[in-house]
């Protein structure tokens, strides 16, 4: 994750992230969060050098590279959007926005 490369595969996926000002997210809720599959294609594109960079040894936080930027989550879901909100928390889609998105 630290310091190897993108897999062929995904390199236009992650440039074409580090381009957009606006990303949509549109998925499923399974099992109350994101898919696993979509869980995977952002590990692999939200790595040092495309979402953000390490600063030098003790000089702080990391650095967003795509700051300023801003997403959309469009998420489907069999039950209806209060009880997630207020039964569950909205625990996954919060999640995926503290801990990725922001």
């Known amino acids: 994750f630290e310091h190897g490369t993108i897999p062929d ?5 992650a440039e074409a992230v580090a381009w957009a000002e606006h990303v949509v997210f549109v998925f499923p809720l399974w099992l109350g969060t994101m898919p ?3 869980k995977a ?3 692999q594109i939200m790595r040092p050098g495309t979402a953000f960079a390490y ?6 936080f990391a650095k967003s590279l795509l700051r300023g930027r801003s997403a959309r989550l469009v998420v ?6 209060p009880i997630y909100r207020i ?4 625990h996954g889609i919060a999640g995926m926005r ?5």
């Open 55 to 60: 600063p030098e040894m003790g000089e702080g």
């Open 41 to 43: 294609f952002l590990e």
């Open 36 to 38: 696993a599959m979509l």
């Open 76 to 81: 489907t879901m069999g039950m209806p959007t």
């Open 87 to 90: 039964w569950f928390l909205s």
């Open 9 to 13: 595969n995904l390199k236009e996926p």
């Open 98 to 102: 503290r801990g990725i998105l922001n």
